[in-house]
């Protein structure tokens, strides 16, 4: 197993077990969408506690109400304000810097656990 | 930072808003007690005041209290799937973006569990911000947050406060 400098895991079982379930079912949306796939996996990690509610029914039912506010987005600013604009998380001012870091803990865990 | 976005237009927003406004688009409006059975919490809100929260299918995570121009409460509730593991560095990440601030931290506590607290000032504006990490499901924090001005800090921390008396844990759905 590879571990960080602190001898921990570099890519834990809950991240681990999130890519291998979730990246098969968000990538075809994201294709379809033209939206990089990171900015939803992170939205399903943020929603879901990496992936403890994982089913294929409830991502369609999110693409047909919110897929055409991220089509074609590629960065998570841009992102999270499309989603703004409906409403999304309005009772959260913290909303974007909380989902902006758990963006960045979804890029650096896909690398550390070689997600292709 | 979405809050240095929002204050500029809250003004006008809270001005345009007459007695019986609709609320604003996305959003439904909260009166009484406000339950959230997704992250387990409840409030409830001050007499002859209202809240906002995200209309479905929007994700639920909380309510928005509009006090006035630039003045808010929020009583919000999100995984901890960015990994921090504590409020304090909830708290720390969410005033990261804050330049200039001098910020007093302190001991507090939701439903007479500990939380940490903390006080800033921020463009001449007073927030403060209590963070509640609950170990369940991957890790929970709830966070309360008021940002209000000088001319209305006691008044508005009181019902702050009396807001926060109110907050109860409710179990997590299975």
């Not at chain 1, 075809?28 to 992170?42: F, H, Q, S, V, Y």
């Not at chain 1, 999110?62 to 841009?78: C, K, L, M, P, Y």
């Not at chain 1, 992102?79 to 963006?103: E, H, I, M, Q, W």
């Not at chain 2, 809050?3 to 406004?21: F, W």
Request: proline share 6%; aromatic share 8%.
């Amino acid at each position: 197993m590879r571990t960080n400098k602190y001898g921990m895991s570099a890519c834990p079982p809950a991240q681990k077990n999130f890519f291998a379930t979730f990246v098969p079912l968000i990538r075809p949306m994201a294709k379809r969408l033209g939206t990089n796939e990171d900015l939803i996996l992170a939205l399903s990690a943020f929603e879901d506690s990496w992936g403890q509610d994982a089913h294929n029914q409830k991502l369609h039912y999110w693409e047909r109400h919110f897929g055409n506010a991220v089509r074609n987005v590629q960065d998570i600013s841009t992102f999270t304000a499309n989603l703004r604009k409906l409403g999304y998380n309005s009772a959260n001012s913290n909303y974007d810097t909380t989902l902006n870091l758990v963006y960045q803990a979804v890029v650096r865990y896909k690398k550390s656990c070689a997600v292709k | 930072m979405t809050r240095q976005l929002l204050l500029p237009i809250l003004p006008a927003l809270v001005l345009s808003m007459p007695a019986s406004a609709q609320a604003p688009v996305g959003t439904v409006p909260v009166h009484g007690v406000y339950t959230n059975s997704e992250y387990g919490f409840r409030v409830r809100l001050p007499n002859g005041m209202s809240g906002v929260m995200s209309a479905p299918p929007a994700p639920n995570h909380g309510v928005r209290i509009d006090l006035g121009p630039a003045r808010v409460i929020e009583i919000t509730a999100e995984f901890d799937a960015a990994l921090l593991g504590s409020a304090r560095a909830f708290i720390d990440a969410e005033l990261s973006g804050e330049h200039g601030i001098k910020t007093h931290y302190s001991h507090s506590s939701l439903d007479k569990q500990p939380a940490d607290e903390a006080s800033a000032m921020v463009d001449g504006q007073d927030e403060t911000l209590v963070v509640q990490r609950r170990d369940v499901a991957g890790g929970v924090f709830y966070r309360a947050y008021l940002i209000t001005d000088r001319a209305h800090l006691a008044q508005d921390e009181r019902i702050f406060h009396g807001l926060l008396s109110t907050f109860h844990e409710q179990p997590l759905p299975p």
